[in-house]
């Protein structure tokens, strides 16, 4: 049983570039999530998912896009990256049993932009 | 607006003694508490919760207290092992609110030997 799992650990881009960092989870999970971290902050969510096909905006979606399409599947993509968007990217799934809202975190994406 | 607030950036504590971990929060509708703990290169894990109808929850060496009329939790981890060495999130969500968590910023826990 893997968990979360997210590709690529590590990429450096050049301002403008445009890459998808991957998410995927095999615990069946209806409920996605991506956050950022930025150095000595908390974590912020970007955008989330309740169900395929069904995404809504966190409290920094701007300059991400998301798609759903399978309940495994959560990818974030970045169209034109910015040095702003130097960070720390975590994807998470959540059962939300009993609407108890415990989340299950992959590795994380370390993503420096240029 | 820090709706979920940790306002030590680090504690550094003796093996088997004590370590308190604070949260405060300013949003009265949280009625979920979330403790992750994050060692470098790793994604969070979970650590303990509480909902807020329970003032305590304990699981082995944590603890988790909730004070709702301050809007203050903790978390205790008695004895406290160097393996205990990681930071610390806390965070709050609204049931029913489709799961989005706030998070603080987080706790950075050295256990001496």
């Known amino acids: 049983n893997a968990g979360v799992t997210q590709t690529p650990k590590f990429r450096i881009l050049k301002i403008g570039q445009s890459m998808t960092l991957q998410c995927t989870q095999d615990?069946?999970?209806?409920?996605m999530y991506w956050y950022r971290q930025d150095p000595g902050m908390g974590l912020k969510l970007i955008y989330y998912?309740?169900?395929?096909?069904?995404?809504d905006k966190g409290e920094v979606p701007n300059g991400y896009n998301v798609s759903r399409s399978t309940t495994e599947d959560f990818p974030l993509r970045l169209e034109l990256a910015a040095p702003s968007q130097t960070s720390v990217y975590f994807c998470?799934?959540?059962?939300?049993?009993?609407?108890?809202?415990?989340?299950?975190f992959g590795p994380g994406t370390r993503l420096t932009v240029l | 607006d820090q709706q979920v607030k940790q306002n030590s950036p680090s504690l550094s504590v003796q093996e088997g003694r004590i370590s308190i971990l604070n949260c405060d929060y300013t949003?009265?509708?949280?009625?979920?508490f979330l403790w992750y703990k994050k060692y470098p290169a790793e994604g969070p894990t979970f650590l303990i919760s509480?909902?807020?109808?329970?003032d305590k929850n304990e699981d082995g060496r944590f603890t988790v207290f909730l004070n709702k009329s301050a809007k203050h939790l903790s978390l205790h981890i008695v004895p406290s092992q160097p393996g205990d060495s990681a930071v610390y999130f806390c965070?709050?969500?609204?049931?029913?609110?489709?799961?989005?968590?706030?998070f603080g910023q987080g706790t950075t826990l050295q256990v001496k030997p």
């Open positions: 949003n009265s509708m949280f009625d979920y």
């Open positions: 998470a799934s959540s059962p939300r049993v009993a609407n108890t809202d415990t989340q299950y």
């Open positions: 998912s309740v169900g395929a096909g069904i995404t």
């Open positions: 509480i909902s807020s109808i329970k």
């Open positions: 615990m069946n999970h209806n409920y």
């Open positions: 965070a709050a969500s609204v049931s029913g609110n489709t799961g989005k968590l706030i």
